[in-house]
């Protein structure tokens, strides 16, 4: 299955996708309804389904228009129930969509940025591949608690489901926020060399132009996958958190910085 990635141009610097596989594609997150419909026409194959991770409007605003193009279904998870208008079908924790080409999706509830939170895990003979993260995820961050979310079970999600992801899994967030990222990491761990690395490969892009990072990478040099390390707890004045204490921490300074 092959993803397709494309910028929003919006203020709030969304990604929306087309997933390929061999006759189908997957809409997820359209943001801009006529231009995913008029990818998928360059690509020349149907779409199956609109998937929205939650339910945020910026997640769901292209659903409409895209319907109105070509009266596909709209899938969201069961706890977003209600809350996003004409969904028809609701998908369940660890439910596989299998794909015409023989991939899988797999779906894992991931609340936490809200309580109705999907992530799209793309699957190959029992080998992880690619993470469509929304809002849970993002490259060298995570997402806020501040619309219907709660930074404890955001915790748990990341604990129990993002930490163990094998390191070659490519990421593939809801928005484009890896420069603030990456400065922000920089700000709690200023020797980190891979974010300098990866700020200076990323600095000089212009809207439109990224990259993507791995689970792998992320490890690296997402403050968020690095709740042991001494130096971002002395920038956080305690060097006695424990991991879940360090994560918290770091959401609620995120959130003012
Ligand atoms: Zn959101």
Do not use: A, I, M, S
């Given at each position: 299955m092959k993803v397709h990635q494309f910028f929003s141009f919006s203020s709030l610097r969304n990604f929306e996708y087309l997933l390929e596989d061999e006759s189908e594609l997957y809409a997820v997150d359209p943001f801009n309804g006529d231009k995913i419909f008029a990818e998928a026409k360059k690509i020349g194959k149907p779409i199956k389904a609109i998937i929205n991770t939650h339910e945020h409007f910026d997640h769901y605003c292209g659903n409409e228009a895209?319907?109105?193009a070509c009266a596909c279904e709209v899938w969201a998870h069961e706890k977003a129930?209600?809350?996003i208008p004409g969904v028809g079908r609701y998908l369940k924790d660890n439910e596989i969509l299998k794909t015409i080409d023989g991939t899988y999706v797999?779906?894992?509830y991931t609340p936490g940025h809200t309580m109705g939170?999907?992530?799209?895990?793309?699957?190959?003979?029992?080998?992880?591949?690619a993470l469509i993260s929304g809002d849970t995820l993002f490259n060298a961050g995570v997402g806020n608690c501040h619309n219907g979310g709660n930074p404890e079970v955001l915790y748990e999600t990341f604990r129990d489901q993002i930490f163990p992801l094998q390191d070659d899994v490519v990421l593939y967030p809801g928005h484009d926020y890896m420069k603030n990222n990456l400065l922000f990491t920089l700000n709690l761990e200023p020797s980190n060399k891979k974010a300098k690395a990866q700020l200076e490969r990323i600095k000089d892009f212009k809207d439109g132009e990224f990259i993507t990072s791995t689970i792998g990478q992320e490890r690296e040099f997402n403050t968020f996958f690095r709740l042991d390390v001494e130096e971002i707890k002395s920038s956080l004045g305690d060097n006695t958190l424990c991991e879940?204490?360090?994560?918290?921490?770091?959401?609620?300074?995120?959130?003012h910085w």
């Open positions: 895209l319907v109105k129930r209600g809350k797999k779906v894992l939170h999907l992530c799209l895990l793309l699957q190959n003979e029992g080998k992880d591949l879940k204490n360090v994560f918290l921490k770091l959401r609620e300074k995120r959130n």
